[in-house]
Each structure stands twice: as C-alpha cells, then as structure tokens.
C-alpha cells in the first residue's frame, strides 16, 4: 500500500529561492516520469521524514498528491548538503503499480554461523544492496540471507539468494555476495616465525670458523 505524501505546487525557481525553501525546512523537489510533463514541488521536510520513517525507508512507494491529482512514485534521488547533509532537492519518479521497476534493496544478514566463528573467522556483506526488478507491490523491504550453515571455505553468490516471489535479481550470478574473512592466517605465521627466530639464536653461525681452530693475528 502507498504512503501518502502532501505536496505543494508553484514554487518559483532559482538558487536563492531554493536556499529560501531550506531554510524554512520546504524542500524543493520535481516529479516526472514516462509522458509527462515534470511539475515542480515542494514538500514540508517533517512530512518527507514521517512518509520514509517504514521499514521500506527511501524505497517506500508513495502516492504523491500534487494539486487535485495523484501520483504513485518513488524517491529516485536525494540531493544533500555536503556539510550538513540536510536534504535540499528531491527527484520523484512516477511509477506503474503493475510494470516491473528495477530498485536497490538493502542486504542484511541473519543466523549465526558457528562453525565461521569457532575457526576464528568472520562472515562479510561483500556489498549493501541488491538491485532487483519487481513490480511496486512486490518490492521487498530488504534482501535477507541466512549465514548459518557457512564454514571457512563457503561463499553466498548472487544466484544462491532466494528471492520473494515475483522478484528477480539484477547482475552477474556469480557475484560474491558474502564471503568469510579470517584473522588466524596471521597468527600462524606469527607463531611459525617465533621459534624460527629462537633457533638462529641457539646456532653458531654457519659462516663463522670453530672457536678452536681460530689463528692469532700478526
């Protein structure tokens, strides 16, 4: 089901105007999509928050009401400040609620992979996101993968995740999704070299002539 987000329609245009809106904490945005005009708007920054604060978050699908009419869309960008990473522009993009759109979907891992952990290792999220194709009333809120049979030499590709129905993966199949990383390569080498090292003390050295065969020097 859409979220609902209020918008305003006839803001004027420029930078001042912009920096104008941000200040008063209306974020300028533009709407647009396939055979229409782009309309330009502003949205109340607090009603921006309220609609995103899901669990589908920036993929939330929304139905934006612009004037007497209404638009299924999604948050396609968000421009922010560089310093204070307050949002200042936004990008909708109308959608179709039955044509497939491609989406980047969060990656989260679930379960605990204990034969990962007992040989000292560390099971990694090689990426963030996943991008799939769906249709907006199949768009998951988040691609989650079960790690708990994983061992040392084990590897998630993308072709291995099972997806929600009606939910396809965008990519390479073999991409490497999750992998495991471990610490103890080091510390075998450190163990190896600690009696290396004992035992060069503990020898003469190869090159040096036996203490009884030493000459007294003219």
Do not use: W
């Not at 993929?59 to 560089?82: C, F, H, M, S, W």
């Not at 290396?196 to 203490?211: I, L, R, S, V």
């Amino acid at each position: 089901m859409a979220t609902t987000l209020k918008t305003n329609i006839g803001r004027k245009i420029g930078s001042a105007e912009s920096r104008r809106l941000v200040a008063t904490d209306h974020i300028p945005a533009v709407i647009y999509g396939h055979g229409m005009v782009p309309v330009k708007i502003t949205v109340e920054r607090r009603d921006l928050r309220v609609a995103l604060a899901g669990p589908a978050g920036v993929n939330t699908i929304l139905e934006l009401q612009v004037g007497d009419a209404k638009y299924p869309a999604i948050v396609k960008e968000l421009q922010r400040d560089p310093v204070k990473r307050v949002v200042r522009h936004i990008d909708f993009m109308q959608i179709s609620l039955t044509e497939l759109i491609t989406m980047d979907i969060p990656v989260h891992l679930t379960g605990i992979a204990k034969a990962v952990l007992s040989d000292g290792g560390l099971v990694d999220a090689t990426v963030n996101t996943i991008q799939i194709r769906a249709t907006a009333a199949n768009i998951p809120n988040e691609i989650l993968i079960d790690v708990t049979a994983m061992g040392m030499q084990d590897v998630i590709r993308l072709s291995d995740i099972a997806l929600p129905k009606g939910v396809s993966a965008i990519g390479d199949p073999d991409l490497v999704v999750v992998t495991v990383l471990t610490t103890k390569t080091e510390e075998v080498a450190t163990a190896a070299a600690a009696p290396a090292e004992g035992d060069a003390a503990a020898t003469p050295n190869a090159g040096a002539a036996p203490a009884g065969d030493a000459k007294p020097t003219a």
